[in-house]
């Protein structure tokens, strides 16, 4: 049975011709070959030919073994391209093509209901919406109910968390647009499964815009506190006594300001993980943010040392999977082969000095995470690069307007902050001074030894790399 990478999903072939599609190994939906050949259909009506890749033709004879490989193959290489090209990958057919399957999938109808979006304070956000619903309409209705203004929704998005035994929580993705994020939650049938808001760019200037309305204060202070809280942004004693006087006084600005100045301002933690750098079986713990990487790396050795890879020095990364068999714990020995498990690795390929690439890997189950921020740290980097700003109104709707609820729900002052960690260990620098770069085209392996899937993103923020950028 094979597999293979779609930015966020993974299919994996079923006899006679159908494909399961899987987010982070969880099925996402089911779907046949003449479904994906009517995607492929639409897609060259409203495209054109010469944009759309070429699709795996049909066979007049019954598949052997070897040709449904061969076609699983192509299938991949197919979804890929889609999925990577900005017009095809974003489009409404693609998108709602996924939406539409993913709801027949897991066969649950169309009705109203309620749907609990957690805050970073942990409050709870009661929104009333359709289990069709897509991820914008979720993030729209949580908005109304926050009465977050229109044109500060784009700051935000939804994310899907898993919560930890500590009362903390570990991000399995961002939601997609190609997904119903009420379909998405329940049917993970598991409770420690949530959706939490919280802002989705990455650099802090932005804040000020944020900081402008009420509401937005409100729920960045709340995100910041417990960012502190978590550990997410380091803080000294000092600081910490300043952070908990501001928090007193209600100085919500100040607050935020001054954890601005912070180690691990903005970030998202990940859960600890593997690496084979700076050498092979070297755990870490990862945080993106800043528009890199940070690695805080365990050696053999015990010894912990700290690095930065820059998103600009990253000249492309793939996520690949693969999976195993792992034996079951419950049943005579040789019974049977246990259920599937699903390795997941992001790797880049970093420009060390001038003349030098290497490819550095991490095993997390958090891969497709890493990979879904690295690609929005690039948008953002292209944006600015261009003159732009991410400040839009939120797409409205043809009746002329966001739905807004009759009744808003403020959001709740964060506790005071505890007392920090002292036990915190003294951090090495493993790197040195990392500078910034510039997007280029995605390239795709060919490469027989990559195991499962290859998702290459090139970096169009790459280019023009002089020496004076080393």
Known sequence: MGHFCLACPVLISLPPSAYNIHVNGVLHCRVRYSQ???LHEQLRKEYGANVVPAFPPKK????TPAEVEQRREQLEKYMQAVRQDPLLGGSEIFNSFLRKAQQETQQIPTEEVQLQVLL??????EVSILTS?????VLEATASKLDLPDDLVGYFSLFLVRETKDGGFSFVRKLQEFELPYVSVTSLHNPEYRIILRKSYW???YDDDVMEHRVGLNLLYAQTVSDIEHGWILVNKEQHRQLKSLQEKVSKKEFIRLAQTLKYYGCLKFDPCVTDFPEQGCHVVVSAGNNELNFQVRLPSEQIKEGSFKVTRMRCWRVTSSSSQVPTTNGPAGSGPGKAEVKLELAFEYLMSKDRLQW???TSPQAIMLSICLQSMVD????KKSGGSIRKMFRRR???GLRRCDSQQAVKSPPLLDSPDGSREPIAKLSSKLSSVSLRGISHSSSAGDVGSNDFHGNYAFEGIGDEDL
């Open 398 to 400: 043809a009746s002329g």
């Open 36 to 38: 994906l050949l009517g």
């Open 133 to 137: 619903d897509q991820t914008e309409d």
């Open 120 to 125: 970073s304070n942990g409050q709870k956000v």
């Open 380 to 383: 953002e980097l292209m944006v």
């Open 360 to 362: 550095v890997t991490i």
């Open 60 to 63: 007049i004879f019954t598949l």
């Open 203 to 205: 650099d802090s200037a």
